[in-house]
């Protein structure tokens, strides 16, 4: 349960907590299930874009047919700047 008393569900494998973890299927169609066609559900896919959210798309997405409405992409403004060809750091 959240601090705002939502319920939270967290269903992974022994070596979730890695780069390039994912969330079970179940616990997403479990999720899907609890909070009804109005409700919303929010998934990890890892902290790592060429290994975390590829493998969301490319394996759990098509293996389960569900298809994200949006994608969060968190990056600091180093990262931005050092792959962006901006100035140096």
Request: charge should be negative; hydrophobic fraction near 40%.
């Amino acid at each position: 349960q959240t601090l705002e008393a939502t319920p939270v569900l967290v269903h992974a494998g022994p070596f979730a907590n890695i780069a390039h973890g994912n969330s079970s299927i179940v616990a997403d169609q479990i999720a899907l299930k609890l909070v009804g066609d109005g409700g919303y559900v929010i998934t990890e896919a890892g902290f790592g874009a060429d290994i975390g959210f590829e493998k969301f798309c490319n394996i759990k997405c098509r293996y389960s047919s569900y298809k994200p409405d949006c994608a969060v992409i968190v990056a600091t403004v180093r990262a931005l700047k050092m792959h962006g060809g901006g100035p140096e750091v």
